[in-house]
Nanobody, 117 residues
Framework: QVQLVESGGGLVQTGGSLRLSCAASGTDFGLNAMGWYRQAPGKEREMVAVAFSRGGKNYADFVNGRFTISRTNAENTVYLQMNSLMPEDTAVYYC???????????WGQGTQVTVSS
């Protein structure tokens, strides 16, 4: 059973920073993508950033250079450094692991990020 354990959410003021971490249990996931999605109240879940096991990263347009995703393949860990946070970044942030063999999706439990104005 694959488990994703997230940490690092919290309350921060506008302009502040947070670093989210996510560790995936398991062994060899093969080609995969690990990333972060978020869901604000009343809105659909949306992609924030994704990093691929062979390299390459994707960011949502709203990131606009403020966030940086990184991963450690050996430890199946992904990080999201968030700077210049704004109130509209307030959401539950979910870690995701998608395997390209079998196209399986695994999700973390979510971590709350709240940015006060």
């Amino acid at each position: 059973q694959v488990q994703l354990v997230e940490s690092g959410g919290g309350l921060v003021q506008t302009g502040g920073s947070l670093r989210l971490s996510c560790a995936a249990s398991g062994t060899d996931f093969g080609l995969n993508a690990m990333g972060w999605y978020r869901q604000a109240p009343g809105k659909e879940r949306e992609m924030v950033a994704v990093a691929f096991s062979r390299g390459g990263k994707n960011y949502a347009d709203f990131v606009n250079g403020r966030f940086t995703i990184s991963r450690t393949n050996a430890e199946n860990t992904v990080y999201l450094q968030m700077n210049s946070l704004m109130p509209e970044d307030t959401a539950v942030y979910y870690c995701n692991l998608r395997t390209f063999v079998g196209l399986k999706d695994f999700w973390g439990q979510g971590t709350q990020v709240t940015v006060s104005s």
